[in-house]
C-alpha cells in the first residue's frame, strides 16, 4: 500500500495502544484496498502462500488475520484455520468472509493467547512483527502454541524500507520506530511501525527456540504487470517486504532446546 505524508519519528510509545494503527477506525477502506492492491494480492499473500506450501489437513492459526483474506485462502487449501486479531471491526469483516465455522479471537499478540500448547502445525504473521517493539514475548507465545516441529511463517517491512521514508536516516543497527500517514481515498490515518536490523531479527527467532529455515525475498506475480504497469517494474527491482520460515525444533517437548 502506498505510504503518503511522511511523517519521521522516533518514540518508545507501544504503537497499538496509541492513536497509531487504529484499524478499528478505518478497517472498511483497508481491506476493500487490501483485497486487489499490488502489494498485497499480487505480491505479499502469493509469497504467504507459497512458503506455506500443501497445508492441507494442517491446524493454521493467523496471527494478526485482520479481515480475513489470507485465512480464506488456506481454508480453501485445506487447512484448518484459525484468526486472532486485535482489531474488532477487521474481525467482523472476517466473518462476514469466511462464515461461523472458522474460530476468530480478538487479542492483542503481546498478551498470552488463548490457546493450548501445540495447538497448531503452523503460524502465520503476515504483516504484523514489524508493529512490534519487543518481539520476543510475542514469539514465545507463537512458539508455545506450535507443536513440535510447527513452523511461524512470517512476512514484515524489510530493513530498507524506513530508509525509503526517513529523513535523515537512520541507524542500520538501531531499533527504531518510525511514523506517516495512510492515505484510504483521502482520509489519513497515522501509522507506527518498528524497523529493524536483519541481526536482529533473526536473533529474536533464535532467541525464542526457533529454528531458522528460510528467508525470502520474492517478486510479485508476473500476472500484475499488464494490471499495474506504473508501479511493477518498481516492486520488481527492489524488496518491500522480507519473509521468514522458522520451525520449532521436532526434538522440543515441554520447553526450548
Not at 494480492?41 to 502469493?46: G, V
Amino acid at each position: 500500500m502506498e505510504r503518503l505524508t511522511d511523517v519521521p519519528e522516533s518514540s518508545d510509545r507501544p504503537p497499538v495502544r496509541d492513536r497509531a494503527n487504529d484499524y478499528d477506525s478505518f478497517a472498511e477502506a483497508y481491506a476493500a484496498e487490501n483485497e486487489n492492491s499490488l502489494v498485497n494480492a499480487y505480491y505479499e499473500r502469493p509469497a504467504m502462500l507459497a512458503l506455506a506450501g500443501d497445508v492441507a489437513g494442517r491446524r493454521v492459526l493467523d496471527a494478526g488475520c485482520g479481515s480475513g483474506p489470507l485465512s480464506a485462502s488456506l481454508r480453501e487449501r485445506g487447512a484448518v484455520v484459525t484468526g486472532i486479531d486485535a482489531s474488532a471491526a477487521m474481525l467482523a469483516l472476517a466473518r462476514r468472509r469466511l462464515g461461523a465455522d472458522v474460530a476468530l479471537h480478538v487479542g492483542d499478540l503481546r498478551d498470552r493467547l488463548p490457546f493450548a500448547d501445540g495447538a497448531f502445525d503452523d503460524v502465520v504473521a503476515s504483516l504484523v512483527l514489524h508493529y512490534l517493539d519487543d518481539w520476543g514475548p510475542t514469539l514465545a507465545e507463537l512458539r508455545r502454541v506450535l507443536r513440535p516441529g510447527g513452523r511461524l511463517i512470517a512476512s514484515v517491512d524489510h530493513p530498507i524500507v524506513a530508509y525509503t521514508i526517513q529523513d535523515p536516516r537512520p541507524d542500520y543497527f538501531a531499533t527504531t520506530s518510525y511514523a506517516f500517514d495512510w492515505d484510504f481515498h483521502g482520509r489519513s490515518v497515522p501509522m507506527r511501525f518498528w524497523r529493524k536490523p536483519l541481526h536482529a531479527m533473526t536473533d529474536a527467532f533464535t532467541r525464542a527456540g526457533f529454528r531458522l529455515s528460510v528467508i525470502s525475498e520474492p517478486r510479485p506475480d508476473p500476472a500484475a504487470r499488464e494490471l499495474f504497469p506504473d508501479d511493477f517494474p518498481r516492486l520488481s527491482d527492489r524488496p518491500c517486504f522480507l519473509f521468514f520460515v522458522v520451525e520449532v525444533p521436532s526434538s522440543a517437548a515441554g520447553g526450548h532446546d
